[in-house]
């Protein structure tokens, strides 16, 4: 699998390590997280005019410059960027509650929230009913999978970095307790932009594009949506990884020495983007608008723009100033790691795919 770089890729080497070592069933019963993807969210209009093509091509390894020729805040911020054309990412984070820990530690589920739990579906139930309904062909198929497969029908919402969504979306955070999430191998991660003309594309690990008529078959794949909603319309601009199938789930785990780790490296990372080179940026570089810089991968980003492809949510309190940079900070410093660690492995799945090669 994968990484950007070698901070963040490092923060999950104990968690893979550890696969294999335990094992936990994963019964029903426990609440989930609300996850970014709640009723709280504005419903978001795209555009349908762009096209965000994948590799048929395993991704070359980029190789990072000697430090001289790159900060490590560069590097650091180019592990946990997240582009329309490279989305694939086996390890993610979601924040949940002390109650929520209690019910994880006691079920071991960590998939248990559907469409109906919280009342009102979120934006991304709503537009993939929609799609269901709607469409025709592979698409519709993976859609109905989605919605009326019992095996994919329960969520979770994660990112790839705990200080993208720390904040939460709107008023209401998500807890102050941290779940890591590890992917089984063998997943696939499907995009899904809704109002775009071709909504759905899918890829492996590797970033390999996967035919929609392949997942279509083997719906039994699909660990993770990367669900985007950037439209020129869109109230506010977010986007979202929604864990949907826990046969998927290679390992999840909590209050571990690798997520405090995680968290202690991110706030040092935030204290230095504050009182280095986002001290005294200019208002317009502020204010500007994050989505822009999730379309594509470019080459030579500068530190703004990586800072911006990290985002979960184009909102006004993720923009790039000194007071927003210590508020995250302040979020991350309440991390509530208490209690032991827990780590639940997931048994191999007998007569499972190969992993990718």
Not at 27 to 55: F, L
Not at 216 to 240: K, N, T, W
Not at 329 to 357: K, N
Request: charge should be neutral; hydrophobic fraction near 45%; include cysteine.
């Amino acid at each position: 699998m994968r990484r950007r770089g070698g901070a963040l890729a490092a923060a999950a080497v104990p968690l893979c390590v550890v696969i294999g070592l335990a094992c936990g069933a994963m019964p029903g019963g426990a609440p989930a997280s609300d996850g970014p993807s709640r009723a709280e969210h504005a419903a978001a209009e795209g555009s349908a005019e762009r096209s965000y093509k994948v590799s048929q091509e395993p991704r070359e390894e980029r190789v990072a410059p000697a430090p001289a020729a790159e900060p490590p805040l560069a590097r650091q911020l180019e592990a946990r960027a997240v582009y329309h054309d490279d989305f694939a990412r086996g390890v993610v984070y979601t924040w949940t509650t002390a109650e929520q820990v209690e019910a994880l530690r006691a079920s071991r589920a960590l998939l248990v929230a559907t469409s109906t739990t919280h009342g009102r579906p979120s934006p991304f139930n709503r537009a993939l009913a929609r799609l269901a309904e709607d469409a025709e062909g592979p698409g519709a198929a993976i859609a109905r999978a989605l919605v009326e497969d019992p095996q994919l029908q329960r969520r979770r919402y994660a990112w790839t970095s705990p200080y993208a969504t720390t904040l939460g979306l709107a008023a209401r955070r998500y807890g102050d307790a941290l779940v890591a999430v590890e992917l089984d191998s063998s997943a696939y991660v499907l995009r899904f932009m809704p109002y775009e003309d071709a909504p759905l594309a899918a890829v492996d690990l590797r970033g390999v594009a996967v035919p929609l008529s392949e997942v279509a078959a083997h719906p039994e794949r699909l660990g993770a949506v990367y669900h985007a909603r950037d439209g020129p319309r869109a109230a506010i601009a977010f986007r979202e990884y929604v864990l949907c199938n826990p046969a998927m789930i290679a390992s999840w785990s909590l209050a571990t020495p690798a997520l405090a780790e995680l968290v202690a490296e991110e706030r040092a990372m935030l204290r230095r983007l504050r009182e280095g080179p986002f001290a005294g940026l200019p208002t317009p570089a502020v204010r500007a608008a994050s989505a822009p810089a999730w379309r594509a991968v470019v080459d030579a980003p500068n530190l703004i723009e990586r800072w911006r492809a990290s985002l979960a949510f184009d909102n006004e309190r993720y923009q790039p100033s000194p007071e927003n940079l210590a508020a995250i900070e302040r979020a991350l410093a309440g991390y509530d790691g208490r209690g032991p660690p827990l780590i639940v492995t997931r048994a191999p799945l007998r007569g499972a795919p190969p992993a990718p090669r």
